[in-house]
């Protein structure tokens, strides 16, 4: 109970915040609704009805997917900032980690621009908001790769992660997937080790979020590495350690060749083998991603039932990531009158 107490001297304000902010999001009878628009201007009424308000009010006709898409992400990028913004350690430190994930996506997408001869001024209004940072403009700059990479190792917070895992010859088109793969893999590692040091509620439920995650990156390598020439022991490289796969899992993974093959060892695991049922390519069906979308979604449900601890954070910035999907796959199908798969998203409450 004292320590209870001592949680929300610090941050028990921005948790009843962020539980607030959860309340707003979608309810599946808003997604009915969005499912029976014809244009993206009923698309855009109703969620004038939601908590979305009037966010798209100043926007001129015609609407377009990608603007909707600007604007949500806008909303919650604002939500998510505010929340930093007035966070003290542990919890200050606990948010910087659920922004390096996107300055990971950020920064493999301009070394990619940057070897495609891609002008970085014109990529930067492609990068994630969360994932920018205050040493950007040293990397804008970077003229070469070998420039770039020592701008990455300076400036930004990855420079660990970068330095344990990728050396400069690494910086080829070659190399860029196998790249984000390794730098994800060091970040949920760090992340995990960081959770569990803070231990309590935050320990029991990000261990929890972040093994998933791990193991989710796991299998998705080895799903999309069969048939491609990745040698088995490079891709064994790539998978977090800190999942519920570690070791006997990730060992059999490595040498698997057929989907099959990872269909068998995923049966061995009562978390995993209902994610492999019923998968499949057709119109209607489900595809394995989907189905680690719809379990990601339950745990970062189960997260809000915990209290004093920081997972509902972490949770809520996923929860509102899907929410963003789903909108947009819903817009996309309605602007394209592609309705026959416009209930291929993913409920959340």
Not at 96 to 123: A, C, F, K, P, W
Not at 190 to 214: I, Q, R, S
Not at 233 to 250: A, V
Request: hydrophobic share 40%.
């Amino acid at each position: 109970m004292f320590l209870d107490v001592l949680f929300n001297i610090d941050n028990g304000y921005l948790e009843g915040l962020v539980r607030g902010f959860k309340s707003g999001i979608l309810k599946n009878q808003d997604y009915i609704n969005l499912v029976q628009c014809e244009t993206l201007e009923d698309l855009k009424l109703h969620l004038q009805t939601t908590d979305y308000g009037n966010f798209l009010a100043n926007e001129p006709s015609p609407l377009t997917v990608s603007v909707i898409d600007d604007k949500i992400r806008e909303k919650y990028v604002l939500e998510f900032q505010h929340l930093r913004n007035h966070a003290v350690k542990p919890l200050s430190k606990f948010l910087d980690y659920i922004t390096y994930s996107y300055m990971i996506d950020n920064i493999v997408l301009l070394i990619t621009g940057h070897l495609h001869q891609r002008s970085v001024q014109e990529l930067l209004p492609k990068c994630h908001p969360l994932g920018m940072f205050e040493q950007m403009g040293a990397i804008t700059v970077a003229d070469t790769s070998a420039s770039l990479y020592n701008a990455i190792l300076i400036d930004t917070p990855l420079a660990p992660y970068f330095i344990d895992c990728i050396s400069e010859h690494d910086l080829d088109e070659l190399n860029i997937e196998i790249m984000r793969n390794t730098l994800y893999k060091a970040y949920i590692e760090d992340f995990y080790n960081f959770c569990k040091e803070l231990g309590g509620p935050t320990g029991e439920v990000m261990c929890e979020l972040l093994a998933f995650e791990a193991d989710r990156r796991a299998f998705m390598i080895t799903i999309n590495s069969l048939g491609v020439d990745l040698p088995k022991d490079e891709r064994s490289k790539l998978y977090p350690r800190c999942g519920k796969l570690y070791p006997d899992g990730l060992n059999q993974l490595s040498k698997a060749e057929e989907y099959d093959q990872v269909k068998m060892i995923a049966e061995s695991y009562a978390d995993y083998r209902p994610l492999f049922e019923n998968v499949g390519t057709n119109p209607g069906d489900k595809t394995i991603e989907d189905k680690f979308f719809e379990q990601e979604v339950k745990m970062n449900l189960n997260a809000f039932m915990r209290q004093f601890g920081f997972g509902v954070f972490y949770s809520f910035l996923k929860l509102k990531e899907q929410e963003n999907r789903n909108i947009i796959w819903i817009a996309e199908c309605v602007a394209q009158k592609h309705r026959t798969r416009i209930d291929n998203y993913i409920p959340i409450m």
